[in-house]
């Protein structure tokens, strides 16, 4: 690869989980729409909300994963009590250690829910599965627009990477009360590169090797998965795969 596309790629890697706005927002092919007050048009109703807790409610991630968008993406507010969004106990295909819920007692989450059509959320799948499950969380969610909800659809991945035998919740993710360690991505990335290889020196030459090399990719989520601890997620009921 050239070096302007090693930088891309590190960009990628590193930049997990990509900025957003804080508030509810629509995405076009070519503009973010800031919601703000405005008016939600349309049947509502005809969309599946998924609970967008980490990469999948950034501009950024959804452009690269639905593009061209055609029709304004919906991609609102929520909160969300006795949850937290940790890092997980894998490597994603491309180089970052990508995001997960468990339970929390007492947490309040600040975090997102999109708005997807059937076929919107079949191509998501595509990009989820089989790492990850896909289902029903059945926990109450206040969304914004939608109001109070007993349950929201979720993708989840069944393990999470630990620090002093805790979970470690994500930085970028706004929480009021965590119960556990807290670090940005770049931070725990390197953290988790030490602890698995134990030796750093070229940091970026270990991510490209990840990214290029699907038999690094396999070795180093075998010794990520080595370190990491079993999720159990209450009032989970799995969909996807069957």
């Known amino acids: 690869m050239n070096k302007k596309s090693n930088t891309e790629l590190l960009e990628r890697a590193k930049n997990y989980p990509y900025e957003r706005p804080k508030g509810s927002f629509l995405l076009e092919n070519d503009r973010i729409v800031e919601l703000k007050g405005r008016v939600l048009d349309g049947d509502l109703k005809k969309f599946i909300p998924v609970l967008a807790y980490g990469s999948n409610a950034s501009p950024e991630q959804l452009r690269r994963k639905l593009s061209p968008i055609k029709e304004p993406i919906a991609v609102l507010s929520a909160t969300i009590k006795n949850l937290d969004v940790i890092f997980s106990g894998q490597f994603s295909r491309y180089g970052c250690i990508p995001a997960t819920i468990t339970n929390s007692d007492g947490t309040m989450l600040y975090t997102h829910v999109v708005l997807l059509t059937k076929k919107q959320l079949s191509i998501i799948h595509k990009t989820e599965l089989p790492e990850y499950r896909y289902g029903e969380l059945k926990i109450p969610i206040i969304i914004d627009r939608l109001g109070f909800r007993e349950s929201i ?21 706004y929480a009021e009360k965590r119960n556990f360690l807290t670090l940005k991505h770049k931070e725990c990335l390197s953290f988790v590169f030490d602890q698995i290889i134990g030796d750093i020196r070229d940091f970026d030459d270990l991510i490209i090797s990840i990214v290029n090399d699907r038999k690094k990719l396999d070795e180093y989520r075998s010794r990520i998965k080595k370190m990491s601890k079993k999720i159990i997620l209450k009032n989970f009921v799995q969909i996807l795969p069957k």
């Not at 993708?155 to 970028?172: C, M, N, P, S, T």
Request: aromatic letters at 28%.
């Open 153 to 173: 659809f979720a993708y989840v991945f069944d393990l999470g990477f630990e620090k002093h035998r805790k979970f470690i919740a994500f930085d970028e993710v």
